[in-house]
T-cell receptor
Framework: DAMVIQNPRYQVTQFGKPVTLSCSQT?????MYWYQQKSSQAPKLLFH???????NEADTPDNFQSRRPNTSFCFLDIRSPGLGDAAMYLC???????????FGPGTRLTVT | KQEVTQIPAALSVPEGENLVLNCSFT??????LQWFRQDPGKGLTSLLL?????REQTSGRLNASLDKSSGRSTLYIAASQPGDSATYLC??????????FGAGTRLTVKP
């Protein structure tokens, strides 16, 4: 089945130690999104790619970076994780036409 | 800036009751609006997508409406079941691919 896959599902990292989360999709969608969701809060858009064009939200900290090497894959890099970066990170895609969003299962990040 | 609000924040109903969840947004220049379900600790599952030119969409016991001019959408759930217990989120997409979510309504359906 076509889907959005996130790895790992759970990630534990140490304070200040760089970490990379990955997302892949088999939907061939041209738009990919990264969201941060903290407990009982709305998902917050960090950035998105429209094809290869990178769009950063104005309030996304510089500590967060992203790469999209091809249509299928997108990575979220957190350069120096702080305790406040512990959250669920959600990847989503959408494609030409309806632009309906499809979400992956998320990666739960813990910072120790 | 688009602001999305969901009321109520939490709702508890007995099984079998029909219920309405509300979503409001401040900027009516939207491309579409999507309703999602989220179970605890899980990702988001799409329920219904309404394009800006549409007034409503239906799927099984769910019906979503959209009134762009007033900045409102409702999600109607008929004959609620305990399995419907989850958090329901609405998200608004603008033409620049910007996506804004509401904080959600946490629904509990009691057997």
């Amino acid at each position: 089945d076509a889907m959005v896959i996130q790895n790992p599902r759970y990630q534990v990292t140490q304070f200040g130690k760089p970490v990379t989360l990955s997302c892949s999709q088999t939907l061939n969608h041209n738009v990919m999104y990264w969201y941060q969701q903290k407990s009982s809060q709305a998902p917050k858009l960090l950035f998105h790619y429209y094809d290869k064009d990178f769009n950063n939200e104005a309030d996304t900290p510089d500590n967060f970076q992203s790469r999209r090497p091809n249509t299928s894959f997108c990575f979220l890099d957190i350069r120096s994780p702080g305790l406040g970066d512990a959250a669920m990170y959600l990847c989503a895609t959408s494609g030409w036409g309806t632009y309906e969003q499809y979400f992956g299962p998320g990666t739960r990040l813990t910072v120790t | 800036k688009q602001e999305v609000t969901q009321i109520p924040a939490a709702l508890s109903v007995p099984e079998g009751e029909n219920l309405v969840l509300n979503c409001s947004f401040t900027d009516s220049a939207i491309y579409n609006l999507q309703w999602f379900r989220q179970d605890p600790g899980k990702g988001l599952t799409s329920l219904l997508l309404i394009q800006s030119s549409q007034r409503e969409q239906t799927s099984g016991r769910l019906n979503a409406s959209l009134d762009k001019s007033s900045g409102r959408s409702t999600l109607y759930i008929a004959a609620s079941q305990p399995g419907d217990s989850a958090t329901y989120l609405c998200a608004v997409r603008r033409y620049n691919n910007d996506m804004r979510f509401g904080a959600g309504t946490r629904l509990t359906v009691k057997p």
